[in-house]
């Protein structure tokens, strides 16, 4: 990414391009993802969606996770996979590129104050597995903030336990920019989907807006105060926002240019 928010757009998707080897999506929930992962499996098949059983409450989430990648790596290594997607997390990465080192990693962010709203409105709405437990415990978007496990999701998906229990920003920022191979933000969808598909070598623009609200929408009711209390609440999510929000802002127009 460093090349890419220096302008150096050449030199960029040159030294990003994955060949045939393997694009691992982190889909942190509600940053646009649904309508990504379609878009760039039909671009780059075979893939795999890396999924788990919502139904399975006998288990933690992130043992279901754990299972889950592990039966990834065994059918990566039967066959060859050009890209896989899930609600993985940091560790996942790691291990994925333990066992294949040509992977390049991708991701996109969201405004936290936008992406928090949202994701607390789809846990409770039908569209959720779970969303009638969702309900009954989190009423309403008071009790969901003082939620310590929603808190910094997008932290919890990118970095790894180990730099995030030092509660330092920076150091998180520094995770995200030095692992990943593209940084999106939703806010900036289709000039994101141009650069990341121009990087896979096949340019395209988005088509699909799929299980995702407009962001008016999304912090529609919600008042300044409130917005601040999530911004409180999600200190390492709003740095990691605002260290690729703003570079993106910076560089928009040259890249349009450039990928026109």
């Known amino acids: 990414m460093r090349l890419l ?8 998707f040159r030294a990003a391009a994955p060949g045939q080897g393997l694009v691992l999506f982190v889909h942190v929930p509600k940053t646009a993802g649904t309508s990504l992962r379609r878009e760039i499996a039909a671009l780059r098949q075979p893939d795999v969606n890396i999924v788990v059983d919502y139904a399975d409450t006998a288990r933690s989430f992130h043992e279901r996770m754990d299972q889950s990648v592990e039966r990834f790596l065994a059918r990566a290594a039967e ?3 050009r890209f896989a997607s899930g609600h993985i997390f940091a560790r996942h990465v790691a291990r994925i590129r333990a066992a294949m080192p040509d992977t390049r990693v991708v991701t996109f962010l969201r405004d936290p104050v936008s992406r928090v709203v949202s994701d607390f409105r789809y846990q409770g709405s039908e569209r959720h597995p779970l969303h009638a437990e969702f309900r009954a415990r989190v009423p309403d978007l008071d009790a969901y903030l003082a939620l310590e496990s929603e808190r910094n999701k997008m932290a919890e998906h990118l970095v790894p336990r180990e730099i995030r229990a030092d509660g330092d920003p920076a150091a998180c920022v520094a995770h995200l920019l030095g692992t990943y191979d593209f940084i ?17 070598g096949a340019p395209a623009w988005p088509t699909l807006r799929e299980n995702v609200g407009a962001t008016e929408e999304a912090e529609q009711g919600v008042s300044p105060d409130m917005a601040a209390r999530i911004r409180a609440a ?11 929000a703003p570079r993106w802002q ?11």
Do not use: C, I, W
């Not at 928010?5 to 960029?12: D, I, L, Q, R, T």
């Not at 939703?186 to 896979?200: A, C, D, H, I, K």
């Not at 910076?250 to 026109?260: D, I, P, Q, T, Y």
């Open 79 to 81: 066959k060859p996979v």
């Open 250 to 260: 910076r560089l928009r127009e040259a890249l349009a240019k450039r990928l026109a």
């Open 184 to 200: 999106g933000v939703q806010e900036l969808y289709p000039l994101g989907f141009r650069t990341l598909t121009t990087m896979l």
């Open 5 to 12: 928010f220096e302008g150096s757009f050449n030199a960029y």
């Open 234 to 244: 999600n200190p390492l999510d709003v740095a990691l926002y605002q260290a690729v």
